[in-house]
């Protein structure tokens, strides 16, 4: 159901209500695409964790900078806060 959506470029259908359409399209479609490849069938196509970290730390900028220029912060921006905070993971996969 959801490829159906996508693939009809019907992303708001998927986005949860909570957002209110309140998201960067262009972000969105990013995530989509990584979490798209993370579940293909065969594994040379899928991204390493790295490469999944890397452009879903590009989504979360993208998405923080629109919300930035859409309202004014008078301390700290949440862009400054972000590239303050460690999303580097210490622990490797777990045992199923």
């Known amino acids: 159901m959801v490829s159906f959506m996508l693939g009809n470029g019907d992303i ?5 209500q909570r957002l209110h ?10 995530a989509v695409e990584i979490a798209m490849a993370c579940v293909s069938p065969k594994s040379n196509k ?3 964790i790295s490469q999944v970290v890397t452009e ?5 900028m993208s998405e923080l900078a629109r919300r930035n220029k859409s309202r004014t912060t008078d301390s700290t ?16 996969p777990l045992a199923r």
Not at 12 to 16: A, E, G, K, L
Not at 56 to 60: A, H, N, V, Y
């Open 12 to 16: 708001r259908s998927i986005v949860h």
């Open 21 to 30: 359409e309140d998201f960067e399209t262009n972000s969105f479609w990013k």
């Open 46 to 48: 899928r991204p390493n």
């Open 56 to 60: 879903l730390k590009e989504c979360l």
């Open 77 to 92: 921006s949440s862009t400054e806060m972000f590239s303050n905070t460690n999303l580097t993971s210490e622990h490797g």
